[in-house]
């Protein structure tokens, strides 16, 4: 039998009132009781009705994060990161993955739109027409936004991310240490702020040492183990780097295994630097130096922002800008001279 919010009011010894305002984040309770309802809908399994609640306008208590591929490890920890933090928050989350497809995209935020949802969290860049006019139609209904890991805010929100440039600074310091200055970069479809930034660090840290940056190392990718596996393979049967640094763990692990197929060995004979710092550095063969995004607290500041947003409490939007740190392992080298 279905539990009802009459079993949790009985099991935690307070009115159903009190559980609906824990349920719509209204009135004053306090933290003491607000968290011993939360705790007994949880051992109860008790979901609300949130299309119920939709219908007559009030909180849902539901947050929707739109990433662009929840495949890539570096997504699916950011999601795990927000979902524990909105958990205990009292929020349920979402997961919409556009699979950069601007079409998914718009589909998602008119269904967004439909479920009342209380906020949203962006980790993806907003290109097209379509996407932008069903995003200002859900603005128009003041649904706090919010974005992670992209610093292109196309309306009032909060912001969230790593300094791209930084990072890309680090990587390409970290090369150059080891005496490579033949050095390739592995990077997306040049749509995100992230790479944009990171490459700006790249040619800065270049330009620092005195180095000049070959344009035709600079390799687009579709952002996919399978896009980068391949541009990795034309660029080590055309050319000859000494060291990549590819933008994430997955363009970097692909770049490993163009280079396995090819008889070339890492680092012996060339260097690879990631970034991120996902699962994936640490299963790699060998080990993935990268640069690591702080990925838990981006995920649990992004939250707290938007729960502050859709609570009322702040009406000025913030932008946190977090530092990267460079890991290294075994995928880098000195340069055999």
């Known amino acids: 039998m279905k539990t009802t919010i009459y079993d949790v009011a009985r099991a935690a010894g307070v009115s159903i009132t009190t559980v609906s305002r824990v349920i719509n984040n209204t009135g004053r309770i306090s933290g003491k009781t607000r968290q011993k309802v939360m705790n007994v809908m949880k051992e109860m399994a008790y979901t609300p009705n949130v299309h119920a609640a939709a219908l007559t306008g009030k909180r849902t208590n539901m947050i929707a994060l739109v990433a662009p591929d929840i495949s890539n490890p570096f997504y699916g920890e950011l999601a795990k990161s927000i979902e524990e933090r909105a958990d205990e928050l009292g929020f349920q989350m979402m997961i919409c993955s556009t699979d950069y497809d601007p079409k998914k995209e718009t589909k998602y935020f008119s269904v967004l739109k439909q479920k009342k949802v209380d906020g949203i969290i962006f980790a993806t860049g907003i290109e097209n027409h379509g996407s932008m006019s069903a995003l200002e139609e859900i603005a128009s209904e003041q649904i706090p936004l919010a974005m992670i890991s992209q610093d292109k805010p196309l309306l009032p929100m909060d912001i969230v991310v790593m300094d791209d440039v930084r990072g890309g600074y680090e990587a390409a310091k970290h090369l150059l240490s080891l005496g490579h200055t033949n050095i390739a970069c592995i990077v997306g479809d040049g749509s995100t702020t992230g790479e944009k930034n990171r490459i700006k660090g790249f040619r800065q840290a270049m330009e620092e040492a005195g180095v000049p940056v070959d344009e035709s190392l600079i390799i687009p990718t579709r952002f996919s183990l399978e896009s980068g596996k391949e541009e990795a393979g034309k660029l080590l049967d055309r050319n000859a780097p000494t060291a990549i640094f590819a933008f994430n763990d997955v363009l970097a692990?692909?770049?490993?295994?163009?280079?396995?197929?090819?008889?070339?060995?890492?680092?012996?004979?060339?260097?690879?630097?990631?970034?991120?710092?996902?699962?994936?550095?640490?299963?790699?063969?060998?080990?993935?130096?990268?640069?690591?995004?702080?990925?838990?607290?981006?995920?649990?500041?992004?939250?707290?922002?938007?729960?502050?947003?859709?609570?009322?409490?702040?009406?000025?939007?913030?932008?946190?800008?977090?530092?990267?740190?460079?890991?290294?392992?075994?995928?880098?080298?000195?340069?055999?001279?």
């Open 253 to 337: 692990c692909a770049a490993i295994q163009a280079a396995r197929i090819r008889g070339i060995k890492v680092p012996d004979d060339l260097s690879i630097i990631g970034f991120d710092n996902t699962i994936l550095a640490e299963m790699a063969a060998p080990p993935l130096t990268t640069v690591a995004q702080p990925i838990k607290d981006m995920g649990r500041s992004v939250i707290e922002l938007l729960a502050e947003a859709i609570e009322g409490k702040r009406k000025t939007k913030q932008k946190i800008v977090l530092p990267p740190e460079l890991v290294v392992r075994l995928s880098t080298a000195p340069l055999k001279t």
